[in-house]
């Protein structure tokens, strides 16, 4: 049978193992980088830490759901699950660029609202559509409650979207070093948001094989990430030249004094 057959993809039984797969690559990171900001306590390891234990939880929450109902338990509460599982999803995308925003000189403004403003706007583009979505549930026949069919899923997965694209924007301004693993670990994201948004858009009959193939960039993100990760400490470790004068110059290069 094909990976992307029907039925392969639709086996509750297929996503554990996937999704299984994405909870230990994803712990890994988050004890690695973990690792790294208890020797260097730096904003940036700091936040991408926090952001890979965000992701953590959110991956744990999807293997929850389909382990619940591999097992024939009773489910979580669809009038939750999936305002928790997108509210996580933007948790953890404003905390990951976050953390390369506080490597750039300068951006003074950006470093000060950026993350209090976004997680304003989490909790109240979330509260809106749950409110929505919570309504659409009552008014819908039983059976036909399916978050990726309602009009809100769309809203969410755009708007978490836009926030990757101003990653592009910010880009250009990253040290040189950990740049490429930036704008690459960005694509990736772009990618899964896009093939998320075409799927709702196309009533999600390509669900054949986004799901595979959602889970694999999902993997090479975290693989992508360490690599920024590992050039990060490069910068830290230097003593000499450019390295030297960037850390000095560079508040996100600068030891948490908390």
Partial sequence: MSLFSKGLVEIVAFRCIIQLFVCVAVGFVTL??????CRNPYSFLHYIFLSFAVLLLHSSVKLSVYSLRLLHLPELPEAVVPM???ALKMGWVILLLYAFIVTISGM????????????FLMVFISSTVWLNWLHYLDTTNHGQETFGFFWGELILETWILLLNMYGVFFARRLHTAIKGPFVLAVAILISRLALHCWNIITSHRQLIWTVAVDRMLLLLFTAVIMVAVFRYRKIVNSGNGHSNDYLQQDSGLVRDTA
């Fill in 32 to 37: 690695k980088v973990w690792r790294h900001y």
């Fill in 84 to 86: 928790l599982d997108h």
């Fill in 108 to 119: 003074r403004l950006t470093k000060q609202y950026f993350l209090v403003a976004n997680l």
